[in-house]
């Protein structure tokens, strides 16, 4: 059974950085596109990065410029570089693999920004 974990959170200064990771347990082949998503208390859930497996990124316009998405050759993990961090960045943030048969979500790491 596949299974996703994120990692990489947790309390961070207003302009400071983290780098979270996601990392695959199981066999996890045909993976289209990953990504990162994050939800504030009160909020929907929102998508903040993605890259497919061609290797194109998109961000939201709140991150371009601040935040970086990558992954590794194996397409098994997937990483996003947070920098500039401010206290609306503040949210749990859940990495995602989309598969031809559906989705994979992690259970999220905690990022939050206050000083």
């Known amino acids: 059974q596949v299974q996703l974990m994120e990692s990489g959170g947790g309390l961070v200064q207003p302009g400071g950085s983290l780098r979270l990771s996601c990392t695959t347990s199981?066999?996890?082949?045909?993976?289209?596109?990953s990504s990162w998503y994050r939800q504030a208390p009160g909020k929907q859930r929102e998508l903040v990065a993605s890259i497919t497996g061609g290797g194109i990124t998109n961000y939201a316009d709140s991150v371009k410029g601040r935040f970086t998405i990558s992954r590794d050759k194996t397409y098994t993990s997937v990483y996003l570089q947070l920098s500039s961090l401010k206290p609306e960045d503040t949210a749990i943030y859940y990495c995602?693999?989309?598969?031809?048969?559906?989705?994979?979500w992690g259970q999220g790491t905690q990022v939050t920004v206050s000083s």
């Open positions: 995602n693999m989309r598969v031809p048969w559906g989705d994979y």
């Open positions: 199981g066999n996890i082949s045909g993976v289209k596109a």
